[in-house]
C-alpha cells in the first residue's frame, strides 16, 4: 500500500513536467551573454522549437484544447516506466489534472536537434509547494519529437528531489492514518490511470490539510555554531547528503560566487568539484549574534589557499540565507594563477590541463576537473623555479584616461573601441560575467542593443588599481520603472595599458530589482509574444547578433510596459520585496491620487502609508486582476506577522483600483471590505486598552509618531511590536 502511494507522488511530481508553462528564466540580467557561434540560417516553417513552445504556453494558460491540437493524432506521451500512450483521453485527463495542481515551471536549457527539442526542466506544483517543510520541486528532461508542425511524441525522464521523497512518505503515512478509504481510492486510481481535474483538486486538498495538520510547535533553533560546524564537516568529508540536509527548503546562498536557491543545484558545487581538487575548509574565530554567525572561512589544498569569511542566518535551526562570496581580489588572483599555469601546461603539453579546459569551457565543474587541476598545479609547482616580476605601476592620469575611454566607447556603443581597452583574457564581473575579449564583445553587444548608459564617478587610482562608483541604466529598465543599477565599488586593473579586470558590486535592492523584474519580463513575453520569446532565446537559430538580440529584448520589454496588467504585478513584486523605490518609481511623477481604507493623499502621502505597512512587514498577496482600457481592478489582500492574526483575521481585504496615464500608475484606490474594516477598528479599540495599561510611552509614541520623532516606518515596527506583546499577553 504504502509503496503503491509513494509512486502516485512521484507521479504527481514528475509525470507533468510537460504540463506547465515554459517559464524560462531571463538570460542574467540585465545583460546576458548569447551564443558566439556563427548565425544558423533559419530553417524553413515549422520550427520545431517554436512548436514546443507553443505547446508549453498553451499548458502554462491551461488551454488544453489548444494544447492537445498541436499533437499528431497517434502522438504518445510516455513518463519514465510508468505509462506510455496515445489515448487522447488519457492524454487530456493528464493535463486537467494539471491544471488542477497548478504546476508551475523553470526551464533552464532547450536543444533543437531536428526533428526533436530536448529540455532541461525544475518543476513545482501545489502539493510540493504548499508541502510541509518546503517547496519542493522535480528536476527532469524533457524530450519533443515535431514532425510536420505537429508534436509526435513527448517523452519525460524525471529526478525528484530525495527531500520530495521525505515529504510525500510523511503525506501517505497521514492519509492512510486519517482516512484509510480515501488512501485506497487514490492507490486505485493510480492503477487504473483515473487522473482528471476532480482528482487533481481533491489532491490539492488533502495536501492543504495536511500541512494545516502539521502547523504546530515550531521547531527549536539550533546553536548556529554547531550549524558551522556540521557545515565544515560535511564540506571535509565530501558527503553532498550531510551538507544539503543543513539548509532549509526556502533559502537564498552564495557560494563561492554562484548564486543558489534550490536544493538540486546544492548537490554539485563545491563539493564534487572540490574532491577531485582536494580542498579542505575551516571556519574559524566565528562570532555569533542571535541567529547569524560570521566567521572566517579557509579553502586550502594543493593549487592554492583562499582566505574568504562566510556569514550564516539561521531559521528553525536551518540555514536560510548563506553569504560565502569569491572576494574580487581573490578571483583576479587565481585567475592570474591559472593563467600562468595555463599557458606552462599548454607549452608542456600537460594532458591533464586539456581535460581542465575542455571541461570547464563547457561549464562542467566536477570531480574530474578537479582532479585534473590538481594534477596540472602539482606538475606545475614541481617546474616552477621563478616567479615573474610584477608590472610597474602606470601614472595615475593615463589609469584614469583608460578608464574614461571605456565609459565613453561604452555610451557611443563602439563595441571595437570597448573590447581594444581589455587585455586577451580579462575577467569581466559588473552587468554580467564574461571572460575573454569574444566574451565582453557578447556583453557589451547585447548591452549596446537596451541603448545603455554608464557612468563612474569617484574614480581613485592606487598602483595598478582604479576605484570608482558606477551607475548603469538602459532604455528597459526606464520602460518599466527601474531607477538603475547603482554599482557601489567598481574596481579595475590594468596593466600594460589594458583592463586586465573590472569587478563591479551591485547595491543589493537594485541588483534584486533588476533580476526579478526581468523574471517577469521573460514570463509576460513567453505568454504574450511568444514568436519573438522564442528568437530570443535561441539568438543563434534566428540569425541574431549579440546587439540585435538586446534590442529584440528591448522591444519586448517595451510593449510590456504598456500593459497594466504586467504594470501591476512588477509594483506587488517591488513592495513585497521591501523596494519602495521601485514602488514610487511606477507611480506618475505629479498627480498622483492615493486610497488605502481610510488614508488618501498624494505621493508623499503614499510613500509614508507604504513605508509604515512595511514596517510591521506586511505584504500584499494581489489576485483575480481584470483590465479595462487604462483600468486595473484585483484583490488585494494584506498579511503581516502579528497584526493581522491579532485582529482575528486571515489577512485584510481589499478591493485595488489601479488607473493608469502615460504607462504609469495615477490612481490607486483601495477600500477595505466591510467586515474586516470592522475588525480592525475593534482591535484597535482593543489594543489601545491593553497598551495604554502595559506600554504607555509606546502607545503614545504610536499615536503622535511625528511628536515622538519616528518615521512613518519606524511607527509600523512599533505597532508590530505591541501587536506581538499583546497576542502572547493573551496566551
Known amino acids: 500500500m504504502k509503496g503503491q502511494m509513494l509512486k502516485l507522488f512521484v507521479v504527481l511530481a514528475v509525470c507533468l513536467s510537460t504540463v506547465v508553462g515554459c517559464m524560462a528564466p531571463p538570460p542574467p540580467t540585465p545583460i546576458p551573454v548569447p551564443p558566439t557561434s556563427t548565425p544558423v540560417p533559419p530553417t524553413p516553417a515549422p520550427d520545431p522549437l517554436a512548436i514546443a513552445i507553443a505547446y508549453q504556453d498553451a499548458i502554462a494558460r491551461h488551454d488544453v484544447d489548444a494544447a492537445l491540437a498541436l499533437l499528431t493524432d497517434d502522438a504518445t506521451y510516455g513518463w519514465g516506466d510508468y505509462f506510455t500512450s496515445s489515448d487522447k483521453t488519457l492524454i487530456r485527463n493528464w493535463l ?21 527539442v530536448t529540455c532541461d526542466w525544475r518543476y513545482v506544483e501545489e502539493c510540493g509547494r504548499i508541502g510541509a517543510t518546503g517547496n519542493f520541486g522535480v528536476d527532469a528532461t524533457v524530450i519533443f519529437t515535431v514532425k510536420e508542425g505537429k508534436i509526435s511524441r513527448i517523452v519525460v525522464a524525471p529526478n525528484p528531489d530525495p527531500e520530495y521523497y521525505k515529504w510525500t512518505q510523511a503525506f501517505l503515512k497521514w492519509l492512510e492514518d486519517t482516512n484509510p478509504a480515501e488512501a485506497r481510492s487514490f492507490t486505485q486510481a493510480l492503477d487504473t490511470l483515473k487522473f482528471g481535474r476532480e482528482f487533481g483538486e481533491r489532491l490539492s486538498e488533502l495536501c492543504k490539510e495536511h500541512a494545516e495538520s502539521l502547523k504546530a510547535t515550531p521547531v527549536a533553533a539550533a546553536d548556529p555554531l554547531n550549524v558551522v560546524n556540521a557545515l565544515e564537516d560535511a564540506l571535509n568529508r565530501y558527503d553532498v547528503e550531510a551538507y544539503v540536509a543543513l539548509f532549509a527548503d526556502q533559502f ?25 581538487l582536494g580542498s579542505k575548509t575551516r571556519f574559524s574565530d566565528c562570532k555569533v ?121 561604452v555610451n557611443q556603443h563602439d563595441v571595437d573601441a570597448v573590447t581594444a581597452l581589455f587585455a586577451d583574457r580579462a575577467i569581466y564581473r559588473m552587468s554580467a560575467g564574461a571572460v575573454g575579449r569574444d566574451e565582453i564583445r557578447e556583453v557589451e ?55 586586465q579586470n573590472v569587478y563591479g558590486s551591485a547595491s543589493g535592492v537594485d541588483s534584486t530589482r533588476s533580476d526579478e523584474n526581468g523574471g517577469l519580463l521573460i514570463a509576460w513575453a513567453q505568454s504574450n509574444r511568444p514568436e519573438d520569446y522564442a528568437k530570443y532565446i535561441n539568438p543563434t537559430k534566428a540569425g541574431h547578433t549579440a546587439r540585435q538580440n538586446g534590442q529584440l529584448f528591448l522591444q519586448m520589454c517595451l510593449q510590456a510596459a504598456k500593459d497594466p496588467l504586467f504594470l501591476v504585478e512588477l509594483w506587488g513584486a517591488a513592495f513585497n520585496r521591501d523596494d519602495l523605490d521601485g514602488v514610487m518609481g511606477l507611480f506618475v511623477d505629479n498627480g498622483l491620487s492615493f486610497t488605502m481604507g481610510e488614508i488618501s493623499g498624494d505621493k508623499q ?68 471590505a466591510a467586515a474586516d474594516g470592522s ?27 511625528a511628536a515622538a520623532g519616528i518615521t512613518p516606518r519606524q511607527n509600523g515596527e512599533l505597532v508590530a511590536t505591541l501587536c506581538k506583546d499583546y497576542l502572547d499577553s493573551q496566551k
Open 96 to 116: 486537467e489534472y494539471a491544471a488542477a495542481l497548478n504546476m508551475q515551471t523553470t526551464v533552464n536549457d532547450c536543444k533543437l536537434t531536428d526533428p526533436t
Open 252 to 276: 537564498d546562498a552564495n557560494v563561492l560566487g554562484d548564486q543558489v536557491t534550490n536544493k538540486a543545484d546544492l548537490r554539485y558545487w563545491p563539493i564534487d568539484y572540490g574532491q577531485g
Open 289 to 409: 549574534k542571535e541567529n547569524t554567525i560570521t566567521c572566517k572561512g579557509t579553502i586550502q589544498n594543493d593549487c592554492s589557499t583562499n582566505e574568504l569569511p562566510i556569514v550564516v542566518t539561521l531559521k528553525d535551526g536551518k540555514i536560510q540565507k548563506m553569504d560565502w562570496p569569491l572576494l574580487p581580489d581573490v578571483e583576479s588572483a587565481n585567475h592570474e594563477s591559472l593563467a600562468a599555469m595555463g599557458d606552462w601546461a599548454t607549452k608542456q603539453g600537460v594532458a591533464e590541463w586539456s581535460t581542465f579546459d575542455g571541461l570547464t569551457k563547457m561549464g562542467v565543474w566536477s570531480h574530474e576537473a578537479g582532479a585534473a587541476l590538481l594534477a596540472v598545479c602539482r606538475k606545475y609547482k614541481a617546474a616552477a623555479s621563478t616567479t615573474p616580476a610584477p608590472s610597474s605601476s602606470a601614472p595615475t592620469s593615463d589609469l584614469l584616461a583608460i578608464i574614461k575611454a571605456y565609459q565613453d566607447a
Open 445 to 499: 553587444d547585447w548591452q549596446a542593443g537596451l541603448n545603455d548608459r554608464l557612468e563612474f564617478t569617484d574614480c581613485k587610482a592606487e598602483g595598478n588599481t582604479v576605484t570608482c562608483k558606477g551607475f548603469l541604466t538602459d532604455d528597459c529598465e526606464k520602460a518599466v520603472g527601474g531607477l538603475g543599477v547603482r554599482l557601489d565599488e567598481v574596481t579595475f586593473k590594468v596593466d600594460d595599458g589594458k583592463i
Open 605 to 672: 502621502v503614499a510613500r509614508d502609508t507604504l513605508e509604515y505597512i512595511k514596517g510591521f512587514n506586511g505584504k500584499f498577496d494581489i489576485t483575480d486582476c481584470k483590465a479595462k482600457g487604462q483600468q486595473v481592478v484585483c484583490a488585494l489582500a494584506l498579511v503581516d506577522d502579528y497584526c493581522v492574526k491579532a485582529e482575528g483575521l486571515k489577512a485584510v481585504n481589499y478591493q485595488a483600483t489601479f488607473k493608469f496615464k502615460d504607462n504609469r500608475i495615477q490612481t490607486l484606490d483601495a477600500k477595505m
Open 679 to 705: 475588525a480592525v477598528s475593534a482591535f484597535g479599540d482593543k489594543l489601545g486598552v491593553w497598551a495604554t495599561a502595559n506600554r504607555p510611552e509606546d502607545w503614545k509614541k504610536y499615536q503622535d509618531p
